[in-house]
DNA sequence: CGAAATCGATAGCGGTCGCTACAGAAAGGG
DNA sequence: CCCTTTCTGTAGCGACCGCTATCGATTTCG
């Protein structure tokens, strides 16, 4: 009894039907994803659902996190990568253009648009720590730069953070609007010449 | 009986209502506020929201005509006003930062929040063709600029555009976001800096 | 082989959604 | 005055929401 579980096993792959959501949910927004959008696209019924990921919300965290670390992580590996603030950005708006129009998933960057309009409070509260906790990895590279003279002195950190952020939740709105790659890469090229 | 009204008066005032309802929506976007949020608010029972307004969706397309004309002008206004597209942008960002932020009213553009997320594709696709207007205005603003030499003959204006609403829809995210005016007035300062 | 454990499907819980039937209240017309 | 017209409040419709009790099916352990 020491070995793996007993009982009948699950019948699904909880990897995949964890994707499936994150889908969903990226397309739609958490409130306007139901249960039975979820349960319908991952081919399962509720009470699988429930026992397998706990509620709705702890489902939508697990897909938070899945998503986090295969689409929310580029920038700050480019932050982390690149020899300055303004090559990370360089790279990571130009990143961003193609990954918010890649046809493999939908449009945008779901930490920016999941959590617009809902009435949980606790989920737009999550995700907005995370754009935050964004702002604030910018802000750090870019003071970095400040101190190594890399950047001008009288450089605005917070100020710049900011505007590179407003950038890319603009870029991720326009491609839910319908903006191509290219459109959104035009968009990256004019958004640079902002920068010191 | 050729005179007005017979019946009992309505005992609101529409047009009152119509603002409550509009602050209703600005605030949680269209499909999270609901009939019994609208009526609460408003002070007036459901069936006379309905006598008053037909249904939801008919009460949406009347705020939005208001919220137009009155919170949506500004840019209009601005680029037919000022001398050059340039100066009409600067303008534009500027009243922007003011006007997203103004606690007299909920953050950001309900034009650009209000049906996010949203299940009703209709409603979505009603905003989107407003949004799209509005850069099809600054687009042409541009390409005069660029006709009469303001602006450079190899300026790409449908990018230009693009850039600016991209920046302006990125504003209204941080002001939801919890971005102050003096912020929001940064950011805009350094978007204008893209500008040719 | 049972027995124990875990899963899945059906069916349905209480609550809220957008919306409305109905009856009484409040106005003008004769 | 009574009659017609229009509005308001109560109360509730069917549909869907997130979620779960129940029970038969399927698996491992002894």
Redesign the pocket.
């Given at each position: 009894?020491v070995?793996?579980?007993?009982?009948?096993?699950?019948?699904?792959d909880r990897d995949a039907a964890l994707d499936k959501a994150m889908t969903a949910f990226w397309e739609r927004g958490y409130?306007a994803?139901?249960?039975?959008?979820l349960t319908a696209s991952i081919g399962?019924?509720?009470?699988?659902?429930?026992?397998?990921f706990g509620?709705?919300?702890k489902l939508f965290d697990e897909v938070v996190v899945v998503y986090g670390s295969r689409y929310g992580e580029f920038a700050g590996v480019a932050l982390a990568e690149e020899p300055t603030a303004r090559a990370a950005v360089e790279r990571i708006l130009r990143e961003a253009a193609e990954i918010y129009t890649d046809p493999a998933h939908p449009p945008g960057c779901m930490v920016i648009s999941a959590a617009i309009n809902t009435t949980s409070e606790e989920v737009a509260q999550a995700l907005r720590e995370r754009r935050n906790a964004n702002l604030e990895l910018f802000e750090r590279r870019i003071r970095a730069d400040v101190a190594t003279g890399a950047l001008p002195a009288d450089t605005d950190a917070r100020a710049l953070a900011r505007y590179t952020g407003a950038v890319l939740q603009g870029m991720s709105q326009q491609s839910r609007d319908g903006a191509t790659r290219e459109e959104l890469e035009a968009v990256a090229e004019r958004a640079l010449l902002a920068w010191p």
């Amino acid at each position: 009894m020491v070995t793996g579980q007993r009982g009948r096993p699950r019948s699904f792959d909880r990897d995949a039907a964890l994707d499936k959501a994150m889908t969903a949910f990226w397309e739609r927004g958490y409130e306007a994803t139901s249960i039975s959008d979820l349960t319908a696209s991952i081919g399962i019924g509720a009470p699988s659902l429930y026992a397998a990921f706990g509620d709705k919300r702890k489902l939508f965290d697990e897909v938070v996190v899945v998503y986090g670390s295969r689409y929310g992580e580029f920038a700050g590996v480019a932050l982390a990568e690149e020899p300055t603030a303004r090559a990370a950005v360089e790279r990571i708006l130009r990143e961003a253009a193609e990954i918010y129009t890649d046809p493999a998933h939908p449009p945008g960057c779901m930490v920016i648009s999941a959590a617009i309009n809902t009435t949980s409070e606790e989920v737009a509260q999550a995700l907005r720590e995370r754009r935050n906790a964004n702002l604030e990895l910018f802000e750090r590279r870019i003071r970095a730069d400040v101190a190594t003279g890399a950047l001008p002195a009288d450089t605005d950190a917070r100020a710049l953070a900011r505007y590179t952020g407003a950038v890319l939740q603009g870029m991720s709105q326009q491609s839910r609007d319908g903006a191509t790659r290219e459109e959104l890469e035009a968009v990256a090229e004019r958004a640079l010449l902002a920068w010191p």
